[in-house]
């Protein structure tokens, strides 16, 4: 099976880099491809459960985001040297991504036939 690890780094709504990169892993998902997701950098305000997209008239990432595991695309991730860097409580997040280090990261690069980065 291929694998495929789709690398988010941008915050949600300044582009639709964030919302580009949920799209890439559900069409992945639904033609069988194994999708690993990994929040990293100024990605992680996209796990951000205070998050509200009403008034821009969008989507909530984070909604969106909790219901990848619906999609088959149960390894979600996010990288936990950035939360401190960000300064970001592991209570503020969702529950839905699990943190990782680094080191950990490689290894999922390592192991991906391919790897997409937003």
């Known amino acids: 099976m291929t694998k495929l690890l789709i690398?988010?780094?941008q915050p949600p709504y300044v582009s639709s880099a964030s919302q580009d990169?949920?799209?890439?892993?559900?069409?992945?998902?639904n033609v069988g491809v194994e999708?690993?997701?990994v929040f990293s950098q100024q990605g992680l305000y996209q796990l951000l459960e205070s998050q509200n997209s009403t008034?821009?008239?969008k989507r909530s990432i984070a909604k969106?985001?909790?219901a990848l595991p619906l999609y088959d695309i149960?390894?979600?991730y996010y990288v936990k040297e950035d939360m401190t860097e960000l300064m970001l409580s592991s209570h503020a997040l969702t529950s839905t991504a699990k943190p990782i280090d680094t080191d950990v990261?490689?290894?999922?690069?390592?192991?991906?036939?391919?790897?997409l980065r937003f």
């Open 74 to 76: 149960e390894a979600i």
């Open 55 to 57: 008034y821009l008239q």
């Open 64 to 66: 969106q985001i909790k």
């Open 105 to 115: 990261l490689q290894q999922l690069c390592a192991a991906s036939n391919a790897i």
């Open 35 to 37: 999708v690993t997701f």
């Open 21 to 29: 990169a949920l799209e890439a892993a559900l069409a992945a998902s």
């Open 7 to 9: 690398i988010s780094t």
